[in-house]
C-alpha cells in the first residue's frame, strides 16, 4: 500500500512538474525568446499536454498576439514534432483557439489542412473567427480559398481526355463553380449552421456580407478571379490607383474592412500595390491600414504581401507587415520565400536591407525554391554581393542551431526618395536605381497592346502532280495565352485589343487601321504579340498564307506612323522558326498569293532587325527552333513572360525581366509530347535607345 501510494504521488508530482514546464515554455514563446525556448522545449515536452489536454501549441495560440520574434519559436515547436491536429477535451485545436482570440500569427503557421478541422461541436476554425467576431483570422482563412494551390480542382482528373473536358468546361463557364470552395464553406456544426449562417445568427451583418462576397468569386482553374460587382471592381480600381500614385492621404479616407482586400484578377489587394509603391515611416499609418487589411493575404499564386514588399526592397513595409502577423517564412507556389524573392528580384542597392530585415524577422536562410536553390545561391547568382556577404556565413549553419549575429544595418545604402501626393502621413513613393531620364515617358493609359491570335486554321487543298491536304488545325492552349496577356496588361493599364483567326490580308488590314489610328498620339508605348504557326521569318495567317515578321515590324516605323516616333514598340511573337512548315506548305505560297506578302517575301531578304531604333522583339524560339506550346496551360514563353511581368515591373526595365524569363526557361525543362525534356530558349533583339518601365505609377 505504502509503495503504491508512494508511485501515485511521484506520478502526480511528474504531471504537475510538466504542466509547469509547458506554462514556461508556452510564455517564453509568447515573448519570442527563441534562445530561451530552444534550451527548455524538447520532442517530448511539446507532445504532451496539461490537465485541461492542450499542448504547448494550443496555450500560445490562446493568447491575444505574439511578437514577430514568436515565429521562429513556433516553428521550432513544429521541429520538434508538435501536432498542428493536436485537440483538447472539447475538440479544439490550436487553429480554433487562434481564431477565437484573433491570433493571425499562430493561425498564418499552421498547414491548411489544420485549419478546417471540426471541433466536438462540428465548428471549424472560421466558425469560431465568426462567432467570436475575429476579423483578421477570418479574412486569412476565406482568403486562402482565393490561392489556386488551396482549390486545385485538378486532383479529380486522372486522364487527358478528363482533362480536356474540365479546361474546356472552365472557359466555357459550364463547370461548376470551384468544388473545393464550395466543400469549405458549405461545412456546417451539428447544428445544422454554416459560418455564413452564424454570421447572420450573431447579427455581425458586415462580416455576413464579407462572407457572401468570397462565396461568390469565382477562382477557376486557368487562374483567374472573377465575380465581383461593377461597383466592387470601381472601388478596387480607386483603391489600387491612389496607392500606386502613394496617395496615402487620400487612401485612409477611403479604405474600409470591406473593400481594402477586393482582388483583381490575379488576387492582387491594395496592400499588394502599396507595398510595392509606397515608403511609409509613420507607424500609426501602417497600424491603421493593418487594422484593415489583411497582412497574411496572398495573390492567386501565393505572392503575399511579404513577398511584394520584399521584391521591391520595401523594408518599412516588410517590418510592418511582420509585426501584423505575416509569415517571414511563407511560400510561393514555386517554393520561393521573401528570402530568396529578394535574392532574386529586389533591387541591387536595397538588397542587404532587405535581407538584414527579414533576417531579423526570422526568416529561414537553409530554405530552397522548387529548383532547390538557397537565398544565398540566388544572390551569387545575381551578383547581388552585399547580400551574398551578408548571407554567408549561415551557410553551414542550421536555422533553429542559430540566431544571427547581424551586423549593422547602417553598411546598407539608402536610397533617395520623393514626397508624394499624401506625404503628410509619412509616406515616400519608390525611386529606381536608374534616373528618369535613362526611361522613355510612360502615360496613361500606357498604350495598346495587340493580340493578334491564330488559334484556327481552316483546310486547305492543292493539286500540282499530286494532292497535298492540309487538315483544319486548332492551336490548343492559345486561348489560355490570350486570357493571361489580357489580365496582365490591363493591370499595367493598357488598352488591350484581341484580334483572332483573322487571315494574312485580314491581318494586314488591322494593322493598318492600328498604325493610322489618332489615339497613338496619347500613348507613351505599342505592345503587339504575334501568337501563331510560323517559320524562319513569317507568321502564318489563318489562311496558312505566310507574313513576314519584318513588314509587321516595319509599319511602325516613324516613317509610317509618325505617333509612334521615339517611343517604344515591343513585339511579343509566339510561333515557330523552322523552314519545316514553310516547306510542307510551299505549294500555298504560289497558289494562294497574296501579291503584297509574296513580293515583300522575295524581294525584302533582310535581317529580321528594322534598321530603325525604338523595338524591342522577343521571340519564343531562337532561329531554326520550334516555339513549344502545352495544350492545357499555354506556352511556357507567355505564361512565364506574365508571370514575371506581373512579379517585377515595378523593379525591372522590360529588358532586364525578359533577360530574368530566358534564365527561367533554360534552367527548368519542360516535357515534350514524347515525354524527353528539352530547355527552351529565347531570343531578344534589343533596339531600344532608353530603358522602358511598364510601372503605371510613373504616368505623369
Given amino acids: 500500500m505504502g509503495s503504491g501510494s508512494s508511485v501515485n504521488s511521484q506520478a502526480k508530482s511528474d504531471t504537475v512538474d510538466e504542466s509547469a514546464a509547458l506554462q514556461r515554455l508556452a510564455k517564453l514563446v509568447i515573448q519570442g525568446d527563441f534562445g530561451q525556448v530552444r534550451q527548455l522545449a524538447m520532442r517530448r515536452l511539446v507532445k504532451s499536454k496539461d490537465g485541461s489536454g492542450r499542448t504547448v501549441l494550443m496555450l500560445v495560440a490562446d493568447t491575444r498576439g505574439t511578437p514577430l520574434q514568436a515565429e521562429k519559436c513556433i516553428l521550432y515547436l513544429f521541429e520538434l514534432g508538435a501536432d498542428p491536429k493536436a485537440s483538447d477535451a ?80 472552365s472557359y466555357t463557364g459550364d463547370m461548376s463553380r470551384n ?114 487589411a489583411d497582412p497574411t493575404c496572398a495573390d492567386i499564386n501565393a505572392n503575399t504581401c511579404v513577398h511584394h514588399a520584399a521584391e521591391a526592397g520595401n523594408d518599412s513595409a516588410i517590418v510592418a507587415l511582420l509585426n501584423a502577423g505575416a509569415a517571414a517564412n511563407a511560400t510561393k507556389d514555386n517554393g520561393e520565400t521573401p528570402l530568396i524573392a529578394a535574392a532574386s528580384n529586389t533591387p541591387i542597392r536595397r538588397a542587404f536591407l532587405t535581407g538584414w530585415f527579414l533576417l531579423a524577422g526570422g526568416a529561414d536562410w537553409s530554405l530552397k525554391d522548387s529548383r532547390g536553390c538557397t537565398a544565398y545561391e540566388i544572390a551569387l547568382e545575381y551578383d547581388k554581393e552585399d547580400l551574398t556577404d551578408l548571407l554567408q556565413p549561415y551557410q553551414s549553419k542550421k536555422f533553429f542551431d542559430e540566431t544571427p549575429n547581424l551586423p549593422s544595418p547602417e553598411r546598407a545604402e539608402f536610397p533617395e526618395v520623393q514626397p508624394s501626393t499624401g506625404s503628410q502621413s509619412g509616406a515616400t513613393t519608390r525611386q529606381t536605381n536608374w534616373s528618369e531620364e535613362e526611361f522613355y515617358p ?56 484581341v484580334r ?143 508571370r514575371f511581368m506581373q512579379q517585377h515591373y515595378k523593379v525591372h526595365d522590360v529588358s532586364h525581366i525578359m533577360t530574368k524569363v530566358n534564365n527561367f526557361l533554360q534552367k527548368n525543362s519542360v516535357e515534350t509530347g514524347d515525354g524527353k525534356l528539352q530547355s527552351i530558349v529565347t531570343q531578344k533583339v534589343d533596339q531600344l535607345a532608353r530603358r522602358v518601365s511598364f510601372d503605371p505609377s510613373r504616368a505623369n
Fill in 179 to 292: 468544388p473545393m470552395r464550395q466543400k469549405f464553406f458549405g461545412m456546417k456544426d451539428q447544428n445544422g449552421q454554416t459560418a455564413l449562417e452564424l454570421a447572420k445568427f450573431k447579427g455581425y451583418s458586415e462580416l455576413a456580407s464579407y462572407i457572401e462576397r468570397e462565396m461568390r468569386l469565382d477562382v477557376v482553374a486557368i487562374g483567374l478571379i472573377n465575380g465581383l460587382t461593377k461597383q466592387e471592381e470601381a472601388d478596387r480600381e480607386k483603391l489600387e490607383c491612389l496607392a500606386r500614385e502613394g496617395n496615402v492621404a487620400t487612401l485612409l479616407r477611403l479604405v474600409t474592412r470591406a473593400n481594402c482586400d477586393l482582388p483583381s484578377r490575379a488576387g492582387h489587394t491594395m496592400l499588394m500595390h502599396l507595398v510595392r509603391s509606397v515608403e511609409i515611416e509613420n507607424a500609426s499609418v501602417w497600424k491603421q491600414l493593418l487594422n484593415l
Fill in 90 to 169: 472539447e475538440g479544439n485545436t490550436a487553429a480554433h483557439l487562434a481564431a477565437r482570440r484573433d491570433h493571425v500569427r499562430v493561425l498564418a503557421l499552421l498547414p491548411f489542412e489544420a485549419k478546417w478541422l471540426q471541433n466536438e461541436r462540428g465548428r471549424t476554425p472560421l466558425m469560431e473567427a465568426v462567432l467570436f467576431g475575429s476579423w483578421k483570422c477570418a479574412k486569412h482563412l476565406l482568403h486562402l480559398l482565393r490561392q489556386e494551390r488551396f482549390i486545385d480542382e485538378y486532383r479529380g482528373v486522372s486522364t487527358a481526355r478528363q482533362l480536356g473536358r474540365f479546361l474546356k468546361a
Fill in 500 to 642: 483572332e483567326d483573322l487571315k494574312t490580308q485580314e491581318i494586314d488590314d488591322y494593322l493598318n487601321d492600328v498604325k493610322r489610328s489618332e489615339e497613338l498620339n496619347k500613348h507613351g508605348s505599342f505592345v503587339c504579340f504575334l501568337m501563331a504557326h510560323g517559320s524562319h521569318d513569317c507568321i502564318y495567317g489563318a489562311d496558312w498564307v505566310p507574313y513576314p515578321i519584318d513588314r509587321i515590324v516595319d509599319k511602325f516605323q516613324s516613317y509610317f506612323c509618325q505617333a509612334l516616333s521615339r517611343k517604344p514598340k515591343i513585339f511579343f511573337i509566339q510561333a515557330c522558326r523552322t523552314n519545316t512548315l514553310a516547306a510542307a506548305r510551299s505549294t500555298i505560297r504560289s497558289d494562294r498569293r497574296d501579291l503584297r506578302c509574296s513580293r515583300t517575301c522575295s524581294l525584302r531578304n533582310r535581317d529580321l532587325c528594322p534598321a530603325e531604333g525604338d523595338f524591342l522583339r522577343c521571340f519564343a524560339s531562337t532561329p531554326g527552333s520550334v516555339a513549344i506550346r502545352d495544350t492545357h496551360r499555354g506556352s511556357p514563353f507567355v505564361q512565364i513572360l506574365c
Fill in 442 to 497: 510612360v502615360t496613361n493609359p500606357q498604350g495598346f497592346c495587340i493580340i493578334i491570335n491564330i488559334g484556327k486554321y481552316e483546310e486547305l487543298k492543292h493539286k500540282e502532280g499530286g494532292t497535298a491536304i492540309i487538315d483544319p488545325e486548332i492551336r490548343e492552349g492559345s486561348a489560355k495565352d490570350v486570357q493571361l496577356v489580357r489580365q496582365v496588361f490591363e493591370e499595367l493599364r493598357f488598352i488591350v485589343k
